[in-house]
Structure formats: structure tokens, C-alpha cells
């Protein structure tokens, strides 16, 4: 009997420290990285899926906070300041972005610009990386609730706003 195990894949999330190390990295001569970043901040500092980023008005942004309905609740949640130092530049028009694909790219080189470097074990084999290797789309929404988490944000709070019924996922 022959199976082949897929191992799953590594997931890490940017500790408030890199978040910041992120924000301050002068990308005076990489423009193009500059939407990235401030997209990618934008899901970390909110928690928000990128479609739910984009589905928001210019108007709603300039609220304290977001009114949000999962799972049949109405939730609110604040809207960080440096969300709103973010938003201004772009007239709280969120700036358009290229296919996932090209953002993961970019965002593992803003990563590396920003030091992002902590060696990250991979799998079975204790293959090592830097963190920034391992940076996706996804890791903005995991920074948010991991960052929460440790901040000591109820539980209960964090699985409202995620909409997970239970903390197994």
C-alpha cells in the first residue's frame, strides 16, 4: 500500500515588531513594492480577508471603526491609525493589486528589504528559511489574530471576528 503524504505548509505570521520593521522600510527606490506594503499592512492591522479590504468604502474608512456582519452578528471594529495613515495617501481609495501570484512574489522581496530574516523550519527535515521566504497573502490575516492572541484579546472575541465556530481552526 502506497500513500503519498503531503506535508502541510508552513504558516507564519509578522510579529508586531516585524509589522513595524515592514512599515518603516524605506522603499524610496522600489515604488512598486510600496502598494504592496501598504495592502499587506492594511489585513494585518485589521484582520480582514483582501476581497473584505476591497468590498469597504472610502467613507467607512474614514470611520473609528468598522461595522461588520459574520455570521449573522454585527461586529465593530476599530480601525487602526495606521490604517488611516495608509488609507489617506490613497484618498482612502484602496490601491489595486496584481494577481496573487505577482503579490506573493513582492512580498517575499519587501520582506528581505525589511529584514524579515529569522530562519523558519520548514518540514520533516528541519529545512530552515527565512521568514520572509515564507510570506503570503494569507500571512496578514494570521499576523492580525496571532498579534490579538497575544495582546490578550478574548478568545471569544477573536473567533467572532474570524467567524471560526471553535479554536481548532
Not at 520593521?21 to 494585518?44: C, M, P, W
Not at 529569522?118 to 496578514?140: F, I, M, N
Not at 492572541?149 to 472575541?157: K, N
Amino acid at each position: 500500500d502506497f500513500r503519498i503524504l503531503k506535508e502541510s505548509k508552513k504558516r507564519v505570521y509578522l510579529t508586531t515588531t516585524e509589522l513595524q520593521q515592514l512599515h518603516d522600510t524605506d522603499l524610496s527606490a522600489y515604488r512598486n513594492l510600496e502598494k504592496i506594503r501598504d495592502v499587506f499592512l492594511i489585513g494585518a492591522l485589521t484582520g480582514l480577508y483582501f476581497k473584505e479590504i476591497y468590498a469597504i468604502s472610502p467613507d467607512e474608512w474614514k470611520k473609528e471603526s468598522l461595522k461588520l456582519q459574520n455570521k449573522n452578528q454585527n461586529l465593530l471594529l476599530p480601525i487602526h491609525w495606521t490604517v488611516k495613515e495608509i488609507l489617506a495617501k490613497y484618498e482612502y481609495e484602496v490601491p489595486s493589486l496584481p494577481t496573487s501570484q505577482t503579490f506573493n512574489r513582492h512580498l517575499k522581496q519587501l520582506g528581505q528589504l525589511a529584514k524579515i530574516d529569522e530562519l523558519c523550519t520548514v518540514d520533516s527535515t528541519s529545512t530552515s528559511v527565512p521568514k520572509y521566504q515564507l510570506l503570503t497573502t494569507q500571512t496578514a490575516r494570521i499576523s492580525f489574530f496571532a498579534n490579538a492572541f497575544l495582546q490578550q484579546v478574548p478568545v471569544f472575541d477573536l473567533l467572532q471576528l474570524s467567524g471560526h465556530l471553535s479554536e481548532k481552526a
